[in-house]
């Protein structure tokens, strides 16, 4: 397991992660924009890999990807946004997210080598499956980096025992069955199965997919380790691409406000 995810979760405060597509909308104010969530005390960062084809996510989040891959940005731009964000903050886990395509592609012990040396702590492979992890699961071991698994309403026991063989670092709740970005949590279900996975699991339970305020924050704080945010971070870039200034200052406030939401 990454040491930075580990040292998060020392302390039981609950946690804020959000998400970002890497390269969106271009690779400087990308940059800031993580910048900017990091100074409001955010504690994990997820970077999307851009890909032309991202299945899981809903229209938003596509259309980020679409924006970062007609500037042209590849794994190579996502690698020096990790490392400029290591040079101003050593200590905050940053964890890339994307397609097991994009990393095939590339090379998986390049792609893992990539990910030391630039400092990435995890990473959530969203249609990756369990059955076929080992070749990834093996590089990521011994460059002590997590894999982060995905885990929806519809894992049942079984299942979740498989996922949970090569999962570290901590577990990903999608808190609602469909594409990110939509509906809301159901917070009785969510609670249910929390308790479930935290039978077979010791990791800790972000949870994310629907949660789209400080409020929302709150409530799944309520009940699980943490929360993650992306497509209303993502929304805010889409309605200010015309000023980067504003877009900026609406994410700072934002991401304030969603890590107060965490104060429970």
């Known amino acids: 397991m990454s040491l930075r995810i580990k040292k ?38 997820e970077i999307g890999m851009p890909f032309s084809d991202p299945m899981a996510d809903g229209p938003t989040i596509q259309l980020s990807s679409n924006r970062s891959i007609n500037n042209g940005t590849n794994l190579n731009d996502i690698f020096s946004i990790t490392n400029q964000i290591r040079k101003i903050n050593n200590e905050i886990p940053i964890i890339l997210m994307g397609y097991y395509n994009v990393i095939y592609y590339f090379g998986v012990k390049k792609f893992v080598d990539e990910c030391k040396k630039n400092g990435v702590d995890g990473l959530i492979i969203v249609d990756l499956q369990p059955e076929e992890d080992a070749e990834l699961f093996n590089e990521l071991k011994k460059n002590s980096i997590s894999l982060i698994r995905l885990i929806t309403p519809t894992t049942n026991e079984s299942r979740l025992k498989l996922i949970l063989n090569n999962a570290s670092g901590f577990l990903y709740y999608v808190t609602i069955t469909g594409i990110t970005g939509q ?15 935290k039978i077979h699991s010791n990791l800790p339970v ?3 997919f629907g949660i789209k305020d400080a409020n929302d924050v709150k409530e799944i704080c309520s009940i699980a380790d943490g929360a993650v945010v992306g497509s209303s971070i993502v929304n805010i870039i889409e309605k200010n691409l015309n000023s980067k200034d504003k877009m900026l200052k609406s994410i700072d406030v934002f991401t304030k406000n969603l890590k107060l939401g965490t104060k429970i």
């Open 8 to 45: 998060v979760f020392q302390n039981n405060s609950k946690k804020l992660a959000t998400f970002t597509t890497g390269g969106d909308p271009d690779i400087q104010t990308s940059i800031k924009i993580i910048e900017t969530i990091i100074s409001n005390k955010t504690d994990i960062i």
């Open 183 to 197: 509906h809301s949590a159901n917070l009785k279900e969510l609670e249910k199965s929390i308790k479930s996975i």
């Open 206 to 208: 972000m949870a994310g």
